[in-house]
């Protein structure tokens, strides 16, 4: 076990570490300049190139590699060219909301997209099974700031039930919180209200056209007052006799 | 009856929690802004960005501001008096100034952001230049001397951004080169900048400073006593115009500074907001061609590009159809300034696409590509480039546009290679019409004549002898004389074709008043009426 713990650790730091020069290059890769922003759009040349040579901006790539690398290592994330605030803080600022929409983001995905799907199948080639298909094309379909921009004019400017932007962090009070997050986060899970709703369906529609299901179904309909002894003799016999599986098939 | 208490007690204090406002008890008020652009940096000597000279108005003070007359007054002086040869200055500084930090504004604090901002600025150039040595006298009072008389030590202090000369902490402004961002923002402004709630990205929180002690003259434009009458002022950074337009109309915001052309009719039809420019002064809109690479290298084709640019239409585009938002002019200086003048412009206008395929000819046009560098994320440059790009067309030019965000524009242009080769040949921009006021504050009067010069490298020794003269002039008639003289070449070599001047509007909440018509949004003198 240890040596099976040991191997995978050992497999990931190569992985890591092409991780890490991918994702450094990719600042190379990347429009813009960083000494142009900091600069300013009036800046002469030699502004902006004395602006790059205080950042080391021109250093070479492996240089700059190897000391980002180092710092990644030891937990130095560094600071931002812009702000100078510390990398870790910039991220721990963003941590709270971040979360904060994912999960519930993650709630109302769920809680609407399984229930969508279950009705769908249950109700399968129905009203119902066309409205929540349909619901789901939308759902793909139509690009979330749309989405966000519809339920903003909606709640936010004609109704004025919701904000229309902003973030109250959870310390504020959680009403507050969760008003702020409503409108995003129905914004940002349509897609997976939409996702779910299909795999749900699907999945069901699978599990209800398996044997056990319709037996299942027979059953409870037989123990109902419309059963009769005529019905009885004619439930096909159980699948887990040989002559049950043939007569099935 | 306890259990009736503790219960009561509980909901009480569940309540509290749900519903807290964190904010409801730090101030009284409140004001939420939506500038046009985020401040990345927060150094007003690093940086020539308007957002970032908005930022520094706020917590730095200045020496010396214009006045609505554009003539300097005493802001943190008291005075000052000139020597007889008109080489020294000597400065005093008020009573009472004080950094948010509780120390004192002195002398050395002054002669440190002097010194750093000189490095920097075109005018603290100049004036190094001319030997400009400064010396404290006392912990009140300094003395500024050159090697030659000139009263551009008066301009060049009082001269309203990119960059204005805002004084920091000695232990700021000595320790940070003028290329690094000073690590903290501590001034002795009106408002004091909150770190703690600063969010990149997200707010920046300004709190009254109950230390500073402004003039007691009423205020007038950057000038006068800045009585800062709203407790708080947060900084509401919102990249997605949609949103901010909706959040305004929501009054979730309480003034946008940039909202967009096509959303204006919008905002203007509601009867709880006002939109409309601060002040007359605007920006003023222009393309550069590249003097490097054909065809701009041929003062013909800039003839052509010239006639093909009709500002009625270019700025009906970008800066809406109210005419009032806009006017047409020829000047190389800011309009309405007093350095305007549209001498050698005549042959510029009216459009006439027939003359420019002369003139296209007469420049050996050959169908090189005309590199249209187009910022797509900048609704005032794209829309320029998007009325030009046709016309130019239209005369024959081979257009081919390449569109970006703005910050890679903005690289791009460094480069000078030929347009097919990652260059470029023309690009839009604008500037506020008060960096055109003089020969020595908007970029593209850097003619210099070496790779320094401003990006596409017109180069002019002449202008650059003017400016040197400019200087050095003793009187405004002198002055105008030269910037007329430098209006002249300009018009005949064409390094830059003129748009014209145009005003983008703020809008804000009726509940706001006060705002001063500054080209830059300033908030002293601003309440919120209840």
Redesign the interface.
Known sequence: MTTFILKRILAAIPVMVFVALFVFSLLYLTPGDPALVIAGDRATPDEIERVREALGLGRPYLVRFGEWFLAIVQGDLGRSVFSGVPVSDLILQRLEPTVSLMVVTLAIATSVGVPMGVFAAWRAGGWVDRIVVSAAVLGFSVPVFVTGYALAWLFARELQWLPVQGYQPVSGGFVPWFRHLLLPSLAVSTVYVALIARITRSAMLEVLGQDYIRTATLQRACRSAACSTSTRSRTPPSRSSPSSASAWR | MRTCFEATFGFALAGA??????HAALADTILKYTPSAEP???DPV????AV?QEHAYLVYDTLISLDADQRPQPQMLEGWSVSQDGRAYTMTLRDGLTFHDGSPVETNDVIASIKRWSQ?DPHGVRLNALGMRLEALDAKRFSVTLDQPSDLVLTAFGKMS?SALFVMREEEAAST?P???V?QVIGSGPYRFVSAE???G?RMVYEKFAGYAPRKEPASFFAGGKVANIDRIEW?I?PDA??AV??L??N?IQAYESPPIDLLPVLQSNPELVVRPLGNLGQFGYLRPNFLHPPFDKVEARQALALLVDQTEVLSVAAGADPDNWQVCYSFFSCGGVNENSAGTDGLHPRNVEKAKELLAQAGYKGEPVTLLVPGDNVVLNAFASVVEPRLKEAGFNVDVQV?????M??RR?NRNAPGSGGWSLFP?W?YTF?ADNPLH??YF?MTCN?????GWYCSQEIEDLKAKWVLAKSPDERKAITSRIQEIMAADLPIIPIGKFSVPIAFSTKVDGLLDTPIPVFWNARIAD
Do not use: G, Q
């Not at chain 2, 970006?404 to 890679?408: G, I, L, P, V």
């Open positions: 929690l749900l519903f807290a406002d964190p990345r940096i927060l690093v940086t020539t960005a970032v920097r990119a080169p290329t690094e961002s690590r600063y969010r990149p997200a509401v919102m949609t949103t909706s959040a109309e929501a979730e970006s965000d703005f910050s890679t903005i690289a460094s921009m500037n960096e908007a970029a850097n790779e320094k010069a401003f990006f």
